[in-house]
Nanobody, 116 residues
Framework: QVQLVESGGGLAQPGGSVRLSCAASGTIFSTNEMGWYRQAPGKERELVASITGAGTRRFADSLEDHRFAISRDNGKKMVYLQINTLKYEDTAVYYC?????????WGQGTQVTVSS
């Protein structure tokens, strides 16, 4: 049974930074793809970034990827999302996901609220 648990969300100020973490448990293979989606109020869930087991990164075309950084630690079964220079529109629930052997697993989400 694969489980994903996000942490690191909360209230942050515009221009600040947050680092989200996702801990995976269960049968995890380092060759899988992991990443982050987000869902803002009233909007559809959208891809933020992904990273393969080999470290290949992909960012959503709609986002300024220089504000986002994704990394993973295969030994710790963790994936991270760093968001810098926060904007109000970054307010959303951020979901960790993992694609492994044809299945997609989701975490429960962590809320990031950007407010002054």
């Amino acid at each position: 049974q694969v489980q994903l648990v996000e942490s690191g969300g909360g209230l942050a100020q515009p221009g600040g930074s947050v680092r989200l973490s996702c801990a995976a448990s269960g049968t995890i293979f380092s060759t899988n793809e992991m990443g982050w989606y987000r869902q803002a109020p009233g909007k559809e869930r959208e891809l933020v970034a992904s990273i393969t087991g080999a470290g290949t990164r992909r960012f959503a075309d709609s986002l300024e990827d220089h504000r986002f950084a994704i990394s993973r630690d295969n030994g710790k079964k963790m994936v991270y999302l760093q968001i810098n220079t926060l904007k109000y529109e970054d307010t959303a629930v951020y979901y960790c996901y993992m694609k492994q052997f044809g299945r997609t697993y989701w975490g429960q989400g962590t809320q990031v609220t950007v407010s002054s």
